[in-house]
């Protein structure tokens, strides 16, 4: 069963903030949010992760709901090396895995 | 400083060959994932090393999937009479030592091939 939803793809424009969704309404107390990105021929990358407080990064921001149900990454001014397929998790602490969904395949456009 | 390296590339091979696919984690990470990506799709968890031990192989597809890490550093992901259907991009990936959700560093896969 999946536990995260994400649209399959979104464009947005160079330099502009782009916002991803991700609903996740069955996570836990205990379960964690993680992005990360896949760019073309490349191995998935870290961006943020965060359990009920909105993290900030080099990277990105993370905006957890209050009740934690969806998610919003945010790139704050998208340039064309972000595009990529970005994937939403939810981790328990103590849980090794990664259990990556189909993500969201983000194209910026200039 | 070196990120996760992995060789070859890209590997063809014909039905019924065996495969060999090397990773080189980072420096002092103590764990060690391999996942499985098909085309279009998310990389699938297939098994997990700590240090020289392999805690988990649950995600191995069949008993033609084979992985060690005989002296805690590199790795090797064996597959035996390839089938079509493992046609795929195998990644690697190493976490340091600390706690379970430390960041995974993941190295940029073997494209496998099977005619």
């Known amino acids: 069963d999946a536990k995260t939803t994400q649209p399959t793809s979104m464009d947005c424009a160079e330099g502009r903030a782009a916002n991803l969704p991700c609903n996740h309404s069955t996570i836990s107390g205990n379960e964690y949010v993680y992005w990360y990105r896949q760019i073309h021929s490349q191995g998935p990358q870290y961006i943020i992760h965060g359990l009920k407080n909105n993290e900030t990064n080099e990277m990105a921001s993370l905006i957890i709901t209050e009740d934690r149900k969806s998610s919003t990454l945010i790139l704050p001014h998208a340039t064309l090396r972000d595009t990529a397929v970005y994937y939403c998790?939810?981790?328990?602490?103590?849980?090794?895995?990664?259990?990556f969904g189909a993500g969201t395949t983000v194209t910026v456009r200039a | 400083g070196a990120g996760v390296s992995q060789s070859p590339r890209y590997k063809v091979a014909k039905r019924g060959q065996d495969v060999a696919l090397r990773c080189d984690p980072i420096s002092g990470h103590v764990s060690l994932f391999w996942y499985q990506q098909a085309l279009g799709q998310g990389p699938e968890f297939l098994t997990y090393?700590?240090?020289?031990?392999?805690?988990?192989k649950s995600g191995l597809p069949s008993d033609r999937f084979f992985a060690e890490r005989p002296e805690g550093s590199v790795s090797t992901l064996k597959i035996q009479r390839t089938q079509q259907e493992d046609s795929a991009v195998y990644l690697c990936?190493?976490?340091?030592?600390?706690?379970?959700?430390?960041?995974?560093?993941f190295g940029p896969g073997t494209r496998l091939t099977v005619l």
């Open positions: 090393f700590q240090n020289e031990a392999q805690l988990d």
């Open positions: 990936a190493s976490s340091p030592p600390g706690t379970r959700t430390d960041t995974q560093y």
């Open positions: 998790i939810v981790r328990v602490s103590n849980d090794y895995k990664l259990s």
